[in-house]
């Protein structure tokens, strides 16, 4: 098994590398994401945006309104427009949020959290022995450590911004 996460849209113009494991994986159940995947929630690994590497093709950013109110950037193939990865604002644009599911093998990251389960579908039955959060949770809670370390790493190179 590769230690690179490699990704890619549906028409294979842009294709993407993950060169670590991600910080965290979220399985977000709220209504937004419900209504961006026409499904019932969105599985994204949260990772440095130094660590996703283009491989091929590049991406158009789409400006997207976001529950917050401040909006979330989705990177999309230009072609085929299948969604790579958002930034969002609180965040800011050092992480990134991939779509697990649009890695070659997105049964490599399963979710670290549920999360928003207050609004997830009825029939979802989530599995015992994974934290779950009604609405959002705190990182220092529920992180393992090395990814605290590195998120500090972070913020240390990216003061956040008023
Ligand atoms: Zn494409
Ligand atoms: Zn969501």
């Known amino acids: 098994m590769s230690v690179f996460y490699d990704g890619g849209c549906s ?23 419900q209504r961006e995947t026409g499904s019932a929630f969105a599985l994204n690994a949260m990772i440095e945006s130094d660590r996703v590497q283009l491989q091929a093709g590049d991406v158009v950013i789409i400006d997207t309104p976001s529950a917050s109110g401040k909006g979330q950037r989705i990177s999309r193939c230009p072609r085929c427009e299948v969604a790579l990865w958002s930034t969002y604002a609180g965040a800011g644009d050092a992480i ?18 549920h999360i928003y389960t207050a609004s997830k579908q009825p029939w979802v039955q989530l599995p015992p022995g994974v934290p779950a959060a009604a609405e959002y949770y ?6 393992p450590a090395e990814s605290l370390e590195r998120r500090a790493a972070l913020q240390a190179k990216y003061p956040r911004r008023g």
């Open 11 to 33: 028409c294979r113009q842009v294709r993407y590398r993950m060169t670590t494991k991600p910080l965290f994986v979220h399985c977000c159940h709220c209504s937004w994401c």
């Open 96 to 113: 990134r949020f991939v779509r697990v599911g649009t890695l070659d093998e997105p049964s490599r990251l399963p979710p670290d959290i």
């Open 138 to 143: 705190k990182a220092s809670a529920h992180w």
